[in-house]
């Protein structure tokens, strides 16, 4: 079973700051992608990497995927209130067609 | 266009009833996808339906869970009986690609909220 870990579990932060959100695995992931769902909501896709050592920008989100493809970050710029939600990622390992979501970032952006 | 539309939003019973759950995905979309989410944790994957054939289901747990989707349109989710452990919000997702990729982009249901007393 392949196990995606998220850190930190809960953030709060101050509109302005920046933050870094963290997905690592032992299991090597062909793809990872990341969502933000909000209270009451399903989950809504950011973005998906599929080579190591990828950046994808996004605004003011930067992803990236680790060079040996077994762990991923988000970093956020002058977080707003907005912002504010469950960060998932999620992987899928090679030849597999559906995806192993990790342990979820609670964010909250404070005004 | 419009989303994937799941009934009902919220359900409350009791161990050992009986519910279930409806999803209708995007028009067009030949992969459906149900999650299970307990509180506080990331979506767990509990069946996929290519059109109407199942191409996942290692996760469903096959005593008390079933899930269709006859006509590869809309899917229904039930379990039978419930146990408190199921207590959870339940996802349906869809994606258009009849083979479904990995990489595909899952749009998602408001999802239904149960919770087993």
């Known amino acids: 079973t392949q196990l995606l870990e998220q850190s930190p579990q809960f953030l709060s932060i101050q509109e302005g700051e920046n933050l870094t959100v963290y997905c690592n695995s032992s299991?090597?992931?062909?793809?990872l992608q990341w969502y933000r769902q909000e209270p009451g909501e399903g989950p809504v896709l950011l973005v998906t990497?599929?080579?190591?050592?990828e950046v994808k920008k996004l605004k003011r989100l930067t992803f990236q995927f680790g060079d040996a493809r077994k762990d991923s970050s988000l970093h956020i710029t002058a977080a707003q209130p907005g912002d504010t939600g469950l960060y998932l990622c999620?992987?899928?390992?090679?030849?597999?067609?559906?995806?192993?979501f990790g342990t979820g970032t609670r964010l909250t952006v404070i005004p | 266009e419009a989303g994937v539309a799941q009934s009902p939003r919220y359900k409350i019973i009791e161990k050992r009833q009986s519910v279930a759950f409806w999803c209708n995905p995007i028009?067009?979309?030949?992969?459906l996808y149900w999650y299970q989410q307990i509180l506080g944790q990331g979506p767990k994957l509990l069946i996929q339906?290519?059109?109407?054939?199942?191409?996942?289901d290692s996760q469903l747990p096959k005593d008390r869970f079933s899930a269709e989707r006859l006509k590869g349109v809309d899917s229904t989710l039930k379990i039978q009986p419930a146990k408190l452990e199921d207590s959870a919000v339940y996802l349906c997702?869809?994606?258009?690609?009849?083979?479904?990729?990995?990489?595909?982009?899952?749009?998602f249901g408001p999802g239904t909220r149960l919770t087993v007393l």
């Open positions: 028009s067009g979309h030949a992969t």
């Open positions: 999620a992987g899928a390992t090679a030849g597999a067609n559906n995806l192993f």
């Open positions: 299991s090597v992931f062909s793809s």
């Open positions: 997702a869809s994606s258009l690609s009849w083979f479904g990729s990995s990489t595909d982009t899952q749009y």
């Open positions: 990497v599929v080579t190591g050592g």
């Open positions: 339906f290519q059109n109407n054939g199942v191409v996942d």
